[in-house]
């Protein structure tokens, strides 16, 4: 019985601690290999964005599908790499990070994710979400559709080849924790 109530007190005080930018009422769970991690979801007008973070990194899943808010198709941004990756635009991606994809975005394609980072950022209610928000719109502005990437889940993203190398590390912005 003690054990249980251990166990029940360690995750109740994991779930109060999150980072700043987690908004109140994110659910928590524990993960062995990345330790504590907290979920949040917003219902957009034309879609949703699905939020995932832990005190280092934080990404957020835009899509126009709230049905299916964390698998569908639309874009991640993913604060570790800074980078946009296209999810579920096309059938089993299976393809090796750091390769050219190939795959096209269209410009119209491309253009349809703007109206839906714009809800999410109205959304926001944190510092940290209005700070990423922001980044996936400057990327999202910079996107060429014909020049994506793969990246190592075989998805398609907006890195370039420079991104992959050393110079690339020191374009990278840490909008989670405000450049800490």
Not at 113 to 129: F, N, R, Y
Not at 138 to 150: K, P
């Amino acid at each position: 019985m003690l054990r249980i109530s251990v166990v029940i007190v360690v995750c109740l005080a994991a779930a109060s601690c999150a980072p700043p930018g987690v908004p109140s009422g994110s659910s928590w769970e524990y993960e062995l290999k990345v330790g504590s991690v907290w979920h949040w979801q917003r219902t957009l007008a034309s879609g949703c964005a699905s939020w995932t973070a832990t005190s280092d990194w934080a990404s957020v899943h835009l899509s126009a599908d709230s049905a299916n808010c964390d698998a569908g198709r639309g874009v991640t941004f993913f604060t570790g790499s800074d980078a946009l990756i296209f999810e579920n635009y096309w059938p089993n991606p299976g393809h090796s990070g750091g390769n050219p994809c190939p795959h096209q975005l269209s410009a119209t394609q491309i253009a349809e994710l703007g109206p839906l980072t714009e809800e999410a950022l109205a959304a926001s209610v944190t510092a940290a979400e209005r700070r990423i928000l922001h980044r996936v719109k400057q990327r999202l502005g910079n996107v060429d559709g014909a020049a994506l990437m793969t990246d190592v889940l075989g998805w398609c993203s907006d890195l370039t080849p420079e991104d992959y190398g050393p110079a690339g590390s020191t374009r990278r912005q840490d909008t989670w924790q405000g450049g800490r």
